[in-house]
């Protein structure tokens, strides 16, 4: 109460203010839920049985997968991309003439590359899908480019030597096969490392691991 008896009353605040605070909420609150949404694609993978987590190929990486796959011949014909990302590898593969496809486990990173291809006009040539690489037929594919983690690599090299065409080739980055695939070309720099496998030397190897367990056999 003042010196001269009035009594000052708090005014209720404004329509407008009003209105302005529950747009500063409802932007929080879709700022909030988009940052959630985007992030969970990143986070899931840690929750699976195999953790294949997004990380960009480096220009370098790109250079040195389709130098390799110019030294094999395989410059032309089909690709494919187990691990998508963001369609980097597929994009450049659409460029250079080749019909390349991606597939791809995270939504925004699919959606990502089909706007990107659409946005450089090149969707004929470049395809994303939201698949499990596990699941997808790999039969039609003259090469296949891998960024895998070591734990998925030997169930990989069973699905690729079943599937892959009799002489397909596979690029691995980042990590190389088990041993009983040996690679038949390599470029080693460091983390931009990339390996060249061919399917009729994966089909040799198994084949001379079989003889030499018969003659173990006989051996007994």
């Given at each position: 109460m003042a010196n001269n008896g009035t009594v000052h009353v708090n005014k209720a605040p404004s329509?407008?203010?009003?209105?302005?605070?529950?747009?500063?909420?409802?932007?929080?609150?879709?700022?909030?839920g988009g940052l959630?949404?985007?992030?969970?694609?990143?986070?899931?993978?840690?929750?699976?049985?195999?953790?294949?987590?997004y990380i960009p190929a480096t220009e370098k990486q790109v250079t040195n997968v389709f130098k390799m796959l110019q030294n094999s011949g395989k410059a032309k014909g089909s690709l494919v991309d187990l691990g998508s990302g963001d369609g980097r590898i597929v994009l450049e593969a659409a460029k250079m003439g080749l019909q390349a496809t991606g597939y791809e486990l995270n939504p925004w990173l699919v959606w990502y590359s089909k706007l990107t291809a659409r946005l450089q006009g090149l969707q004929p040539k470049a395809a994303f899908y939201r698949r499990d690489l596990w699941k997808v037929d790999l039969t039609r594919y003259d090469s296949a480019v891998v960024f895998g983690v070591p734990q998925m690599m030997p169930k990989l090299q069973e699905k690729l030597e079943k599937e892959l065409k009799d002489d397909g080739v596979v690029i691995a980055c980042r990590f190389p096969f088990p041993d009983n695939w040996e690679p038949a070309d390599s470029i080693d720099e460091g983390i931009d490392t990339v390996w060249l496998y061919k399917k009729q030397q994966a089909g040799a190897s198994a084949g001379d691991r079989s003889c030499s367990e018969q003659e173990g056999e006989r051996e007994r």
């Open positions: 329509k407008s203010r009003l209105k302005g605070g529950l747009i500063i909420v409802g932007i929080s609150g879709a700022v909030i959630y949404a985007v992030a969970t694609p990143f986070v899931l993978p840690a929750f699976r049985k195999i953790c294949l987590p």
